[in-house]
């Protein structure tokens, strides 16, 4: 069972900086496409962004210019760099790995962004 590990949430003043990991141990890492989504209690699951096997990335909107997504396919690693945080970015953020019609996702990691 292939299981993606997160890290680097937690509490952050209003305009700080996290760094998010995600581990992905046990998977041909460099042929999936990496995503990172968040979500709040009671709301659906948003992608925040996304980077491709070949390096190809996507931001949402809400995070564009304030988000850098990488990966280091030698740590089979994915990590979001998120500036300028807001409230409105609390959430727990999740990474999912996709190849084709699979998926794996993470448990997840709370980001809370407060004063």
């Known amino acids: 069972q292939v299981r993606l590990v997160e890290s680097g949430g937690g509490l952050v003043q209003p305009g700080g900086s996290l760094r998010l990991s995600c581990a992905a141990p046990g998977i041909p890492f460099s042929r999936y496409t990496m995503h990172w989504y968040r979500q709040i209690p009671g709301k659906q699951r948003e992608l925040v962004a996304f980077i491709t096997s070949g390096g190809t990335t996507f931001y949402a909107d809400s995070v564009k210019g304030r988000s850098t997504i990488s990966r280091e396919n030698t740590k089979n690693t994915v990590y979001l760099q998120m500036n300028s945080l807001k409230p409105e970015d609390t959430a727990v953020y999740f990474c999912?790995?996709?190849?084709?019609?699979?998926?794996?996702w993470g448990q997840g990691t709370q980001v809370t962004v407060s004063s």
């Open positions: 999912k790995a996709s190849w084709g019609s699979i998926d794996y």
